[in-house]
């Protein structure tokens, strides 16, 4: 018999450690690996020999572990050295796994985590070690190719759609409101911001505009579709990604604003200050706020989609038995088999065609004038957000356990 | 038989419907008033005939706007002038009471609320004219007089606490860990900063320090703390109030920082970026990242408390049952009968005794250095924010039900 080892990389989602959980159980069903190890820190916990013993831990911590959010095995923002040029990290590597007689080995993680486990896989073959190399996909920004979509987005979209429905709804109290402006995450593509037109009151969206990176903002006609719609409803809400872009190429929220506050500075603070400068600063109306989601949106636990954790869980059991199966180099992918009645199947992709590219909002969900999305990405989203997870509590805030602290 | 009206007015909290809610139900048991008007954004609104008929809505669409956050009556900020020289206004919302059959009319705030109940009251003794007037407490800021808490303010605590546990871990999970800085609100008291404590992971607080308005803070003696920290543990988690100020009684929001962004502008952005900005200026760390909660911690119904949303409706239910005995002029008041096995009874508190009056944060419940809090303040609010609320759902999001949009 043998072990196999599953490590955390990049940064955190809600779900995350679900697919630890995941593949944890499918060895406690099969048997197929002595131990079950995790490493701290990605890579480069393990290249330090940080390792624990999964399979030693009590059930009822795992189970905490599994409603946990963020990377409760640690991350790293380690990226590997061209194996063609520089060995002696792999060779290192591959002493560390051979110590501890590991057959199998799982990254969580993004686009460099998936660009890791083909470089590793490659090493691996060349040198004629037997050991798997398995890629288990996350990453909030639902950027991932070859796959339908990504852990852990669902959990940050429905984060998003509920605090703009209650941000609408705390912004609408009084006969004069003004414009509101919710800045997501998402810096190269609008999956995040977009999923804001899940949020609803009696069937209408609460949000007027959603602008996203794929479209080029313009700054004129964004003044002038606020002023139109202030002037229509007294009120507008907006939803911006943190990535949108002018003409140039350049990031909105590296354009220096010229307006300055009550004590005299300069405002900075992401795209929705600088929106809600430029609104101020054109006359618009002065009673602007400004609400970035900042990382709430990728730990929020608490308002996680528990389809979202379901799916983590079997993508991470998947992994564990295409590896079982023999198979190498690959990502674990979701397909989308049905939307009406939503389900999904799992399969593989080699993940040299991963690492690297950027799956893109799609053009054609995008309206016309590009400041909002078609209904095709309502139904997109919706089901990814379903039902809420049962979380256990102490001190009635909910329990979380973590290995890296 | 006769007619009441209820209002909401200042700013809104997660539970504020809920008051509205046990008052309409007890009408419902009771029958005292043919009808219960609300009053949509408040005594301005009231002033305008924005009047509709709650008892005429639906069984369901009340029980979603009873867990709906946000003042679904929508609310405003208006203050009655002196009634000494001003007798104008008070005639005309006399007037639209009369029109409407009014005998009681209940006002949902805080402060300001009170002082409004207050004169009204007094103006319709001096007259002659029999309504009854009562104030039921809301605010997230706890700094009501004569109450044990507020409702809203659990919701709030419960969403601070929630969010602090979450950001804790999403900031712990790198082998090189920064500083991370956590604004809540709170202008002159530190209730909602201090409800931090709450937040504990294997029943260690998260929170390193935390900052209240209740303590003058020192620029010097913070620095010291926070690099002793750090060099201890390579990283640091700090709560602080937007209210803090300096010995001169000045806002740290309001002190110019010297710091500029890499854009070569100044920054700002409330009391966490100006934290930020010493940390880095004094060579501590360049790894530190702010967070300002805003608005979301007095709207998020998803996380709200439960048994504030509980207390919120009995002291709308018992504020009815008071106007029927034949109260006026005063406030129902929490009071709490028992701590372990935790109970509260309500009562009333003239308003005038309220008005105007603040309830600090207990100078005893602060630690010796001035940066953290005993833990009477854990379990004072431990009890506060039990529970999870049971949502409605509708496109896997929260229904809300609102009347003033």
């Not at 800045?183 to 804001?196: I, Q, V, Y």
């Not at 795209?271 to 809600?276: A, G, R, T």
């Not at 939307?339 to 950027?358: H, M, P």
């Amino acid at each position: 018999m043998s072990n196999c080892i599953i490590a955390q990389s990049g940064g955190p989602t809600a779900v995350i450690n679900s697919s630890v959980v995941g593949l944890l159980k499918g060895n406690k069903k099969m048997k197929a690996f002595d131990n079950v190890y995790g490493g701290l820190n990605g890579i480069e916990g393990i290249l330090e020999r940080n390792i624990i013993n999964l399979s030693e831990i009590s059930d009822e911590e795992i189970s905490y572990f599994r409603f946990t959010p963020s990377s409760g095995l640690g991350s790293c923002r380690y990226k590997l050295k061209d194996p063609e040029t520089n060995e002696e990290e792999y060779d290192r590597l591959m002493k560390i796994f051979h110590e501890y007689d590991i057959k199998a080995f799982f990254y969580v993680g993004g686009n460099d985590s998936m660009d890791t486990i083909n470089k590793l896989s490659k090493y691996a073959k060349k040198k004629n070690i037997d050991i798997k190399f398995i890629g288990i996909p996350k990453t909030i920004d639902n950027d991932l190719m070859y796959t339908d979509h990504t852990p852990g987005f669902g959990s940050a979209a429905k984060f998003i759609g509920t605090t703009a429905i209650e941000t609408y709804l705390d912004s609408s109290v009084y006969t004069n409101n003004g414009i509101f402006i919710l800045e997501t995450m998402g810096r190269d593509t609008g999956w995040l911001a977009a999923s804001a037109c899940l949020a609803r009151i009696d069937n209408k969206p609460v949000a007027d505009f959603i602008y996203l990176p794929e479209v080029v903002f313009d700054e004129e006609k964004f003044l002038k579709d606020v002023r139109k719609r202030f002037e229509e409803n007294n009120k507008v809400y907006i939803v911006v990604s943190e990535g949108i872009r002018n003409k140039d190429g350049k990031f909105i929220s590296e354009i220096e604003s010229s307006t300055q506050d009550k004590f005299g500075h300069a405002q900075l603070g992401g795209v929705c200050n600088y929106l809600k400068n430029i609104i101020i600063e054109n006359g618009i109306t002065n009673r602007v706020k400004a609400l970035e989601l900042g990382i709430l949106q990728r730990c929020s636990m608490h308002c996680a989609s528990d389809m979202d954790l379901k799916e983590a869980y079997d993508v991470g059991k998947c992994a564990y038995q295409y590896a079982v199966d023999g198979e190498t180099g690959k990502m674990v992918a979701i397909n989308r088999t049905s939307n009406f009645l939503y389900d999904v199947s799992y399969t593989l992709v080699d993940t040299e065609k991963i690492a690297n590219q950027v799956k893109y909002f799609p053009k054609e969900w995008i309206n016309e004038e590009g400041n909002f999305v078609m209904q095709e990405a309502y139904d997109y989203f919706k089901p990814l957000i379903k039902n809420m997870p049962e979380l256990a509590f102490e001190g009635n805030l909910p329990k979380y356990k973590v290995f890296n602290l």
